[in-house]
């Protein structure tokens, strides 16, 4: 069992990368093997909307997004991280996102097998609901290339990484989510 990790904020060691490797220390309890891959330190251009990906499912950029695509085949399960940045997704994992779409075909068929995914979202807002629109939004569109969000872990009011250590309920949400995603795909 291989889970592969995505973490769309800029801070290689933030709140978000903390609550998702959290997530990977739940799934490796259960014997998954994981890796995470910190987005922001790739270079990775944004689609331009060629359309050369849908004939082949293979997007004519080539840049650090392009190993990813066998990442994403290759795993059984995955973990998506991104804290909300002006009210949505960061740049990076948008960039991710929308290089995503060289896994839909010509027909909006997905060409990558269906992954169970946890979704790890991070905001300064105290009210868990004040994004609900936007996280259902990111779901829907990764859920258009297969990766299927079976749970959401939210962290509000996040301040520092010490400070969400300190959550322990949501520190064993997010370590239970991986032993589960596990346990389900086996």
């Known amino acids: 069992m291989r889970v592969a990790a995505f973490v ?10 903390l609550i998702v490797r959290q997530v990977l220390k739940g799934a490796e309890e259960e014997g998954a093997s994981t890796s995470i891959y910190h987005l ?3 270079e990775m251009k944004g689609c331009i909307a060629c ?8 997007c004519v950029i080539d840049d650090g997004m392009t190993p990813l695509y066998e990442v994403l085949h290759e795993a059984d399960a995955i ?16 960039t991710f996102t ?10 909006f068929e997905m060409r990558l097998e269906k992954k169970e995914t946890v979704l790890v979202v991070t905001q300064g807002a105290d009210k868990p609901e004040y994004f609900d629109a936007q996280i259902k939004s990111m779901a ?18 996040t301040g520092t990484r010490e400070q969400v250590e300190e959550d322990v309920e949501m520190m064993s949400t997010a370590f239970e989510a991986g032993r589960v995603l596990v346990k389900v795909k086996l």
């Open 51 to 58: 359309m050369g990906c849908r004939e082949t499912g293979v």
């Open 79 to 94: 973990v998506l991280g991104t804290p909300i940045y002006f009210y949505y997704m960061t740049a990076q994992m948008k």
């Open 40 to 42: 922001g330190l790739l």
């Open 8 to 17: 769309g904020s800029p801070r290689t060691e933030g709140s978000t990368d």
């Open 140 to 157: 829907d569109a990764w859920g258009m290339c297969g990766l299927s969000v079976r749970e959401t872990i939210l962290s509000c009011s």
């Open 98 to 107: 929308d290089r995503l779409f060289a896994l839909i075909g010509e027909d």
